[in-house]
């Protein structure tokens, strides 16, 4: 030994008595104060080597090998106190606490105390081999295996290390250190292979930076009763069946920053009644798996998944990256709290045709899924892959970036949950879909955000290059939906914004759907409103501002229509107004158009701007009535609007210059219906076979050369069904729609 160990011994000595003094907390005098009052270290242990202090040696001279000579005088001399194995451990039965042994087998090295209590129950749940004592922190003597008069106890503080069960024995680590409260660590460089399913301890807890393989059969932790907590951090898992499958209740559940490959499930929920009141999932690196934390308990609460990566899912079934809740109709109040943020999902793909895909779901009440990233999600098929697909009430999804994630009939973002009195729980109103980012570059029938629920907001959203639907409402009996504020570029949508089942309250306002492509050789809407049966009641479509792209080849591509269909249902105050569509760029563009063969009762159109590609402006159907108000006004029709009969529409609300044919006329400038002004319709191409029809006020004229004086203030309406060149006169004006 050098003069070093000298100094550090006197260092020891005086640290040590300085806390002692600073902790005491009763006065002392000056003399008890004096650190060379204070008794001496009694021994130094040093690699396994016992240099006890020995009081009567005052002579002897440091020579560092059979006495160590501190600065003050202290004399320690060597005690050999060390072991190479367990079995010659197991050969020396202690005395009193104070017998030590440092036992210096590779990776088990340490110190060992002996206990006199009786350790039988910590020895049975230690050892790893039954009734042979040799644990790796309990280590029974030869002359009583079971440790019951007594056993050596490793002296440690900190976790227990994996190393010490000398190759197997995670089940014993786990529930020693339950016992101790103490994490069990599997630390860097070190591969534990585990061959059986490790049955968790109440508190279970594995830490370290080092590798966890599986090979049994099952999952590598399993459950057979309910448990406080289940805690995996730091560690790399890889094997093809799942870390752990939820059997029973776990108070917390907590896997963070673990690298996780392989496996074909991550986690497991064999028993979706089970309750797990705290979830954390975060910071981890999940890749080349074929599902991940499929966590379909009905009484999950208090789940935050924050951080992770998904990357490189693959398997013929259905892949869930991420599932809070269960979806079912029997428990729909008890579970709920999510919190699912910044995460990255790249590259979920299912290669079977029908396997739902998703990245995340979260079913039952108060979810907030903000800022995650999912790139390239879908199946084979052309149904069922949804990014983000919710039956979650009270929730907002926000600021989240899909790009071809809604490969699908639904959507990137489906939001699910029909309405708050059906019978379809978890419900969904109460939600917010707001600022998230959706692309499509070419993938056939994806669709951009699916609401199929009730009391939502869609706001705010950019959406790109989506093919089949960009914004779809499909609410049944449903009310109080807002769709507005939404930017839709470049859509290659048939609809680019949907709603078709009887949705009420419904205010489709402020979006905005730039150089809509369409699809090819079909007809396709910037705005479509439809009914299932029993039409939609109070609807508001209002500053809309719609475009067509030039290279747009769609059979026609309508800006705003309603389709009252066939199926008995009635329209109730609709209000389309301030709306400013330009379709005319690619040749196919047409305005506003209301078909189907049911009524509307009360219909506002009012400050439109619409310009059309060839006859279409504005067009409603002759099987169409409208009855109630029908306010038809201050719109701007650039192109011609037409009607195929006159029955139906009550004229004397239409307070504008409109021209309804049918024929392809192309003039829109009519003259003022001025009270005493005559108005003459006259077919100069057909003379006397004209069936032309006009009305302005209470006067109708029809057939060829006819006129009348105008006795009501308002606009002239004309509708012609024969082709050839018209003459409107007005007093000693004429206008010709040629």
């Known amino acids: 030994m050098t003069a070093a160990l000298d100094t550090r011994v006197t260092e020891l000595e005086d640290a040590i008595g300085t806390k002692l003094l600073n902790r005491m907390a009763f006065d002392m005098t000056a003399a008890e104060a004096n650190l060379a009052n204070l008794a001496p270290i009694k021994t130094l242990l040093v690699n396994g080597v016992a240099w006890p202090y020995d009081a009567a040696d005052t002579t002897s001279t440091h020579n560092g090998t059979t006495v160590i000579v501190s600065a003050d005088g202290r004399r320690y001399k060597p005690v050999d106190l060390s072991v190479d194995t367990i079995p010659e451990l197991q050969a020396i039965a202690g005395q009193d606490t104070t017998d030590i042994v440092y036992l210096t087998l590779s ?6 105390r002996w206990s006199t209590a009786d350790e039988s129950i910590s020895v049975a749940r230690d050892e790893l081999n039954a009734g042979q004592g040799d644990g790796g922190v309990y280590v029974a003597p030869n002359s009583n295996l079971t440790g019951g008069a007594g056993a050596w106890v490793r002296d440690f503080k900190g976790p227990i290390e994996i190393e010490w069960y000398r190759g197997s024995g995670l089940q014993q680590a786990v529930d020693t250190g339950n016992a101790l409260d103490v ?13 059986s399913s490790v049955d968790c301890a109440n508190k279970t807890v594995i830490i370290g930076g080092g590798t966890l393989s599986f090979s049994g059969s099952g999952s590598a932790f399993s459950l057979s009763e309910t448990i406080a907590l289940f805690d995996v951090s730091g560690i790399k898992y890889t094997s093809t069946l799942p870390l752990i499958d939820i059997t029973y209740d776990i108070d917390a559940f907590y896997v963070n920053s673990c690298e996780i490959e392989n496996c074909n499930k991550i986690v497991e929920t064999t028993t979706t009644n089970t309750e797990l009141k705290d979830v954390r999932i975060q910071d981890n690196n999940c890749h080349d798996c074929g599902s991940g934390f499929v966590m379909t308990s009905n009484r999950i609460g208090n789940a935050v998944a924050t951080g992770n990566t998904f990357k490189d899912f693959s398997r013929s079934g259905t892949i869930f990256c991420l599932i809070f809740g269960d979806n079912n109709t029997s428990d729909q109040d008890n579970r709920g709290d999510y919190i699912v943020s910044n995460n990255v999902f790249e590259n979920i793909i299912s290669t079977s045709l029908t396997a739902e895909t998703h990245a995340i779901i979260c079913f039952g009440l108060r979810a907030s899924i903000v800022g995650n990233i999912v790139c390239t999600l879908n199946n084979a098929g052309i149904t069922g892959a949804e990014a983000i697909y ?19 009939l639904n959507g990137a973002i489906s939001i699910k949950g029909q309405d708050r009195d059906g019978s379809g729980a978890p419900f969904g109103y109460g939600c917010s879909v707001t600022g998230n980012v959706i692309r499509a570059t070419g993938t056939d029938n994806s669709v951009g955000i699916f609401l199929q629920n009730e009391s939502i907001i869609c706001s705010g959203n950019y959406l790109e290059g989506n093919t089949n639907y960009d914004i779809v409402v499909a609410t049944t009996n449903g009310s109080a939906v807002n769709v507005s504020n939404n930017v839709i570029s470049k859509s290659q949508s048939r609809w680019a914004i949907n709603c078709e089942l009887d949705c009420h309250d419904l205010v489709i306002s402020d979006n905005t759907v730039s150089e809509m492509i369409g699809k090819p050789s079909l007809s396709c809407y910037a705005i479509y409103i439809g009914t299932a049966t029993t039409g939609i009641k109070r609807a ?27 199926d008995g249902s009635l329209f109730e105050n609709i209000l389309i107004s301030n709306n400013n569509a330009d379709m ?24 439109n701007i619409i310009t059309a590609d060839g006859i279409r402006d504005f067009d409603i159907s002759n099987t169409v009535t409208v009855s109630g108000v029908a306010n038809i006004r201050d719109n701007k029709f650039v192109g011609v609007t037409t009607r195929t009969s006159s029955a139906n529409l009550d004229w ?10 049918g024929t392809g006329a192309a003039n829109m400038t009519l003259p003022e219906a001025t009270v005493g002004a005559n108005f003459k319709l006259v077919n100069g191409n057909t003379a006397g076979s004209a069936v032309g029809f006009a009305r302005s006020g209470t006067d109708a004229f029809r057939g060829s050369n006819t006129q009348a004086t105008i006795s009501d203030e308002g606009m002239i309406c004309v509708e012609c069904f024969v082709a050839g060149t018209w003459d409107v006169t007005h007093s000693t004006s004429a206008v010709t729609l040629a």
């Open 652 to 661: 004397e609300h239409v307070n504008q210059p409109v021209i309804y044919t």
């Open 540 to 566: 508001s479509i209002t500053g809309n501002v719609m475009s067509v792209d030039v290279s747009s080849s769609s059979t026609s591509l309508d800006a705003i229509q309603i389709n009252t269909e066939n």
């Open 390 to 408: 919710t039956k979650c009430r009270f929730s907002t999804i926000a600021a989240n970036v899909v790009e071809n994630g809604g490969y699908s």
């Open 107 to 112: 990776g088990s090295a340490g110190w060992f």
């Open 183 to 195: 994490p069990v660590n599997i630390p860097p460089g070190v591969t534990y292979s585990l061959s």
């Open 584 to 607: 005319s760029a690619a040749g196919n563009g047409r305005g506003i158009r209301i078909l189907g063969q049911e009524p509307i009762e009360n219909l506002s159109i009012i400050g």
